[in-house]
């Protein structure tokens, strides 16, 4: 009777393991509505600006890689963390994009991926955009063990092994989501944000915090700029056709919060 | 027997060593460094190549490899025990004990499979000190002393050592929480919870971080209490008054290793240590009230060498019980 019970146990528990590793199909999005509006691209217009920071930027963190022999020599002068970027009072690595105003347009999902490669021993790039049912390849180029840790809340959260040199896994995001960690678990320090969005309305920041929204057809639309230490900033911004605005974000450190 | 209680002593050290392991794997945030189960990266557990043991592999890999020992020694154990222990009921507690050890086993799994969920994380901590208690309880039982076991009278005795052990057990479970919800430094500040007595704000994670404060407290009184009361009513007693000493020694070790587990900011040796510890006031506990258990049960003789003052409670009860 006790042994019935016991192995009763453990096929209940085999088909929690089945069931949760079953795994949940990642599935492109589905054919264009009927009633779906597309952009014409030669009536859009363009959204730019740049994203500045405001008071004394704070030091980026050393990355504790000395531990690992192979991570210390690919990085021989140690590496530092990346939650600041800043170029001439401009702040890279934000995340800008349109997070509301484009109900009812339909936006063909890209056949070609978007890579996120793990390059001595740190995700490359930091921060990066990917529609909802692209690809998004992730490659190992180092001679080492990671694992790849995407902590989803809207999309489903998966951790997968990456355990020979340039091995690449394909995994595609199937609900918007902003922004998604992954982060290795493997080396504690690597750390990337991935934005997930069914539109293609969105950039990362580079080159002094630049960035530009293309093609956007005309209208109101809420524009979000996202960092992973100062949080998020909105603008609502009206774009007429052909038009072309300007936006800056201007994030406060909290230096010059505290003056 | 003699030797079967010396293998069960081990048992019970790797498992000491087991949990070690474990909270070395919380502690560095390493549950999810290897992805799969019962697979490494795909290479059969016992395979998997030392040059690939990298940053937080280390720990896992480690946990599983101390963990498949610590199985395998159970699995002699409980059969050892089941061919020379005359006793049933020891028998039975053999295998009850491979049971939770192949239950963790699957559990330990089951949380890396299902990315940490928190219930199954603690489910794992939870029972991972009910299978060191499995461990101990055999390690006594088995022991030469157990059988030559004097009668002891004192009926409060076994009551106290039995709730102080529950109390132990309920602490390490809101302990289990608190670090696998991560709300180690919900409250930052020690002994002072954001500069006051009571935290101003409550969020979950700081309620549970917060009973965790306060349990430790209600255990230190517990353990205080009862080793009091064997230094008072039971000093002749070494059986007794050796494991209620080093109760109080852990105990007291167990709450500076808090303040510094807080104040350190979670730093992963000093956090593992804790838990470490936590096992041994857990088992220390453990061995008391079983002790005392088993002492009370034993039928009092007449050539039963009393303790000195256990029995004067008892006396003087019977005398006003007597004279009215």
Redesign the interface.
């Known amino acids: 009777m006790y042994v019935n019970k016991?192995w009763a146990?453990?096929a209940g528990?085999l088909m929690?393991?089945a069931v949760?590793?079953g795994g949940q199909k990642d599935e492109a999005p589905g054919a264009p509505p009927p009633n779906a509006k597309r952009v014409d691209p030669s009536k859009a217009g363009n959204v730019t600006g740049r994203v500045t920071v405001e008071g004394a930027v704070p030091a980026n963190p050393r990355l504790p890689i000395e531990g690992?022999p192979?991570c210390s020599q690919q990085n021989p002068n140690g590496a530092v963390a990346e939650n600041f970027v800043a170029d001439n009072g401009g702040l890279e690595n934000v995340f800008v994009y349109v997070k509301d105003g484009l109900n009812g347009y339909w936006f063909d999902v890209p056949t070609e991926s978007v890579k996120l490669d793990q390059h001595a021993c740190r995700y490359q790039p930091h921060v990066l955009g990917v529609r909802v049912g692209q690809k998004l390849a992730i490659s190992n180029s180092d001679d080492?063990?990671h694992?790849v840790?995407a902590l989803a809340k809207a999309n489903r959260?998966?951790?997968?092994?990456q355990?020979l040199k340039n091995i690449v896994d394909e995994k595609v995001f199937t609900k918007p989501e902003v922004m998604i960690q992954f982060k290795?678990?493997?080396?504690?320090w690597m750390h990337a944000f991935v934005g997930v969005l069914d539109h293609p309305y969105f950039a990362v920041t580079r080159d002094g915090g630049k960035f530009e929204l293309k093609d956007l057809p005309a209208g109101t639309y809420t524009v979000e700029a996202w960092h992973e230490k100062l949080g998020t900033q909105t603008q609502t911004v009206t774009l007429g056709e052909k038009d072309s605005k300007e936006l800056t974000f201007t994030f406060k450190t909290a230096a010059a919060s505290s003056n | 027997m003699i030797w079967l209680n010396r293998y069960a002593k081990l048992v019970a050290a790797c498992t000491l060593l087991l949990i070690a392991a474990g909270g070395m794997v919380t502690s560095?945030?390493?549950?999810?460094?290897?992805?799969?189960w019962p697979n490494t990266?795909?290479w059969f557990m016992f395979t998997f190549p030392m040059s690939?043991w990298?940053?937080?592999?280390r720990y896992e890999h480690t946990h599983r490899l101390v963990a498949s020992t610590v199985g395998f020694l159970t699995i002699v154990l409980a059969i050892w025990t089941w061919r020379v222990d005359p006793r049933s009921w020891v028998r039975r507690l053999g295998f009850a004990a491979l049971?939770a050890v192949?239950?963790q086993g699957?559990l330990g799994?089951?949380t890396v499979?299902?990315?940490l969920p928190p219930a199954v994380s603690i489910g794992h901590a939870g029972l991972a000190q009910l299978f060191f208690c499995l461990t101990i309880t055999l390690a006594v039982v088995t022991s030469p002393a157990w059988s030559g076991a004097r009668a002891l009278t004192d009926p409060m005795l076994p009551r106290i050592t039995l709730a102080t052990t529950i109390l132990v057990y309920c602490q390490i479970l809101v302990g289990a929480t608190m670090r696998h919800i991560g709300a180690g430094l919900a409250i930052p500040t020690f002994p002072l919870a954001f500069g006051h007595v009571l935290p101003p704000d409550w969020t979950t994670a700081i309620a549970v971080h917060f009973a965790h404060r306060a349990g430790a407290l209600v255990v230190l009184a517990a353990v205080t209490l009862t080793t009091a009361h064997i230094w008072h009513w039971h000093r002749p007693q070494r059986d007794l008054i050796r494991p209620a000493t080093l109760l109080l020694l852990f105990v007291c070790s167990q709450a500076t290793l808090g303040a510094l587990v807080v104040m350190s900011a979670l730093q992963p040796i000093i956090n593992t240590a804790h838990v470490v510890n936590g096992a041994l006031v857990l088992a220390t506990s453990l061995v008391l009230t079983l002790r005392v258990f088993h002492r009370t049960l034993q039928p009092v003789t007449g050539d039963v060498k009393r303790s000195r003052r256990a029995d004067i409670p008892l006396l003087e009860k019977d005398l006003r019980e007597v004279h009215g």
Do not use: Q
């Not at chain 1, 290795?184 to 504690?188: E, G, I, R, S, T």
């Open positions: 016991l146990f453990f528990a929690v393991v949760a590793c690992e192979y080492t063990l694992n840790h959260e998966w951790n997968k092994g355990s290795c678990d493997v080396h504690n | 560095t945030g390493s549950g999810l460094s290897v992805p799969d990266y795909g690939k990298v940053g937080g592999i049971g192949i239950l699957l799994g089951l499979l299902l990315l």
